[in-house]
């Protein structure tokens, strides 16, 4: 029986303190979210460890802004195209949480042991005293995320009354009938809105008394709960604008507007793919390189909507599909490994389209637009990485008039036997990093992009055939 996917659950030390008589006994002090938070990171700064693990190309832009706002205690909003990581960059702030922090056992809101909030928790402090009972809350549940859309409501963001609670026999007007909503729910955490312009105007006056007061208002109760959180919402600039918009006492109420971008330079976009990237198969570094020139290419392309942007993950997919299609042509061939070509760059051209948004005069050139700039990307590495080497090998093989046949089902050891011993070969394997014992696979995949990038450059004919060969002459 196929089990269903479980939540990981992280077990407290033995060790921590049960009671609230023991807390103050080991000396524990209450800090803020925001305390917690610049605490918590002005001690990473000091040692040098890791801020933002896992966060590509926002080093010497994005990061400091993020940081002097988490150290001056500000709400703030992330403002970017598409797949510029600002979701990853929100959720990465919870690792600047403590592991553990205490709370009121059973607590809704996760109320410190030493401020309950609720009417509930008041009594049960007042009762109990000393013996109090606590629980301890991982930095991994102290995180609420909440996708604007249009169906969203005051009473999934803030709360509203449980009729149960009222069937049960409370007065309407009692403050325990109140179910909370997602932002109380994470009070002493970091709650974040994605694609906040999306939530309609009216859904986001809800937020102004959470931003400034720190409290909420639930319909005609007469209830003040001073949360304890940051908050952070992500946008889209051109939804910022045009499609929806952030009403302006909401954004006067955020502390700092950040913008992000997408990688400034062709190595941050490599390591970017690199890291993102799920590869079934092996894809050497001048694909890897190819791409994100493609990628780079597209996003500053005039027939592209720059409004709209061009994702990281056009490139992170882009890699994926060329390594896939890799491992297709072993399973057809019979090959022992996979090891993408630059033949399985073409299909790029065509499965990512629509990720793409083209100027509206472009219409029915999309996937010549794409082809294009791939050959584009592909001559620029070609330049870059084989600059300066004599090719006169590769060409020389075609020099009687005879083919050379490849395509995405042709195997590698198929390609090599064509070309046998080249004059140079290793010298443009070294320069395209596949090392002094390069694999069939990696071999081939060098050989490949020489004559692919001979063709580029006017020194080789290339003609494709309709069943999809690709053959190389003079």
């Known amino acids: 029986m196929t089990e269903g996917p479980t939540a990981i659950i992280f077990e407290p030390p033995a060790d921590l303190p049960r009671t609230l008589g023991e807390l103050r006994a080991s000396g524990h002090e209450f800090r803020t979210v925001k305390e917690e938070l610049r605490d918590n990171l002005l001690h990473k700064l000091r040692t040098g460890e890791p801020r933002f693990p896992g966060i590509v190309g926002y080093d010497d832009t994005v990061l400091p802004e993020v940081e002097r706002a988490l150290l001056a205690g500000h ?8 797949g510029q990581g600002k979701t990853r960059l929100i959720r990465a702030l919870g690792g600047l949480l403590d592991e553990w922090t205490p709370y009121i056992a059973g607590s809704e809101l996760h109320e410190h042991p030493y401020h309950p909030l609720t009417p509930a928790s008041r009594r049960l402090a007042a009762e109990t005293g000393d013996l109090l009972p606590i629980s301890w809350l991982h930095r991994s549940e102290r995180y609420g995320e909440k996708l604007a859309t249009p169906d969203t409501s005051v009473g999934d963001l803030i ?3 449980d009729p149960i609670k009222v069937a049960e026999g409370r007065a309407l007007g009692d403050p325990e009938t109140i179910h909370f909503g997602l932002v109380p ?10 694609e906040l312009p999306d939530l309609a105007e009216r859904i986001q006056v809800s937020l102004l008394n959470v931003l400034e007061e720190r409290d909420i208002q639930v319909r005609g109760y007469q209830l003040r709960l001073p949360l304890d959180l940051l908050l952070v ?5 051109e939804d910022y604008t045009n499609r929806g918009r952030i009403i302006t006492p909401l954004k006067d109420r955020f502390g700092a507007e950040i913008r992000t971008h997408y990688p400034v330079d062709l190595e941050l976009e490599t390591a970017l793919v690199r890291q993102e990237a799920a590869l079934v198969a092996a894809v050497p570094e001048h694909l890897i390189d190819v791409l994100a020139r493609y990628t780079r290419a597209v996003r500053e392309s005039s027939s592209v909507d720059a409004r709209s942007g061009v994702s990281a993950r056009f490139s992170i997919a882009a890699a994926e599909t060329v390594a896939a299609s890799a491992l297709r042509r072993s399973g057809l061939r019979g090959e022992r490994e996979a090891v993408a070509r630059i033949c399985d760059t073409v299909s790029v051209t065509s499965t990512l389209r629509g990720k793409v948004e083209f100027e509206s005069g472009e219409e029915g050139r999309e996937t010549e637009i794409l082809a294009h700039l791939l050959r584009v990307a592909t001559a620029e590495t070609f330049r870059a990485r084989l600059a300066g080497l004599d090719l006169s090998g590769f060409t020389d093989l075609v020099a009687d008039g005879a083919i050379i046949e490849t395509g995405d089902l042709v195997s590698a050891q198929e390609l090599l036997t064509q070309i046998g011993t080249v004059p140079g070969l290793a010298k443009v394997l070294d320069r395209l990093g596949l090392g002094d014992a390069p694999s069939q696979g990696e071999a081939a995949s060098g050989v490949e992009f020489v004559l692919e990038g001979l063709h580029l450059t006017r020194r080789l004919a290339k003609e494709m055939t309709d069943d999809g060969r690709t053959l190389y002459g003079s």
């Open 233 to 237: 919402a992500s946008a889209n600039p």
């Open 75 to 82: 709400d703030m909003v992330l403002l970017g195209e598409r």
């Open 185 to 194: 729910r994470t009070n002493r955490g970091i709650f974040a809105v994605n």
């Open 159 to 161: 709360g509203d009354v």
